[in-house]
């Protein structure tokens, strides 16, 4: 019976050391359960501060981006306008040069101190192109400068009159067509005259066509409609008294022959 007893006993605490482990293992997985809470519920914390973090770095971005666009706008604009002013003081000086000839191969004095360029250009007015030059007056008259392949000094000469620039003009195409030696044509500047270079060869192609073509300055007009004009071309900038005149306007077919032989 006492036997019995003890043996109830002995299982009644067995029993209750495996409730008090088994309570302890309880205890110790909810310790771990609100340890894991706590560590989720800071990862959720820190995922929605990334979360606002990034939105806020997209808004920035966006922020940016739109700067960005904003500038290459701006430049796109500036450098748009930057080539239309360009044009604009291109227009002006091709204005400003209206009254200018160029005289090519006229042989100069031992001495430049010496020369008188206007005399100079009214002797040869008088004897080569056979016009009237004692009436003649000009703003101003001079050679440019040395040139790089050794070749006679050009000289630019300003007319006062335009009537009396468009008869010498004229009086060359006519007078020099036998004699290549000497050249004399309308005085633009350098970009321009790079720009006429290029569009003579569609100017003559136009023409071979039989179509009435003209070069304006930088434009090129075939039948009244202005077809093609180009920019200059990159690269250091050329002595202008190598680019002269590349076609004269409005030439007859005998004309062309001439300015062919002369320009090449």
């Not at 495996?18 to 359960?33: A, C, G, I, K, V």
């Not at 090519?104 to 056979?130: A, C, H, M, R």
Request: glycine fraction near 2%; proline fraction near 4%; aromatic fraction near 8%.
């Amino acid at each position: 019976m006492i036997m019995n007893t003890v043996h109830e006993i002995n299982i009644k605490l067995e029993k209750w050391s495996l409730l008090d482990e088994l309570n302890n293992r309880m205890s110790h997985m909810e310790q771990n359960l609100e340890r894991f809470y706590n560590e989720i519920k800071n990862i959720r914390n820190d995922l929605k501060h990334q979360s606002e973090r990034l939105k806020d770095e997209e808004f920035q971005n966006s922020i940016i981006e739109d700067r960005m666009s904003k500038t290459e706008n701006d430049k796109e604009r500036l450098a748009w306008e930057s080539n239309e002013l360009r044009e604009e003081i291109l227009e002006m000086k091709c204005h400003s040069m209206k009254y200018n000839l160029l005289f090519s191969e006229i042989p100069g004095p031992s001495s430049w101190k010496d020369e008188n360029t206007e005399e100079v250009v009214k002797e040869f007015i008088q004897k080569e192109l056979y016009v009237d030059s004692t009436t003649m007056s000009f703003q101003n008259v001079h050679r440019l400068k040395q040139r790089t392949d050794g070749k006679t000094r050009s000289i630019v000469a300003r007319f006062t009159s335009y009537t009396d620039h468009e008869k010498v003009r004229r009086a060359a195409i006519e007078k020099l067509k036998s004699n290549v030696k000497y050249s004399v044509y309308q005085q633009y500047p350098m970009e321009i005259s790079e720009r006429r270079k290029y569009l003579l060869s569609k100017l003559n192609d136009a023409k071979k066509h039989g179509r009435h073509a003209r070069i304006q300055n930088d434009k090129l007009f075939i039948e009244g409609q202005m077809v093609n004009r180009r920019p200059p071309p990159p690269g250091p900038p050329v002595e202008i008294h190598r680019f002269d005149n590349p076609q004269p306007q409005h030439l007859h077919s005998d004309e062309k022959k001439t300015h062919r032989s002369r320009y090449g």
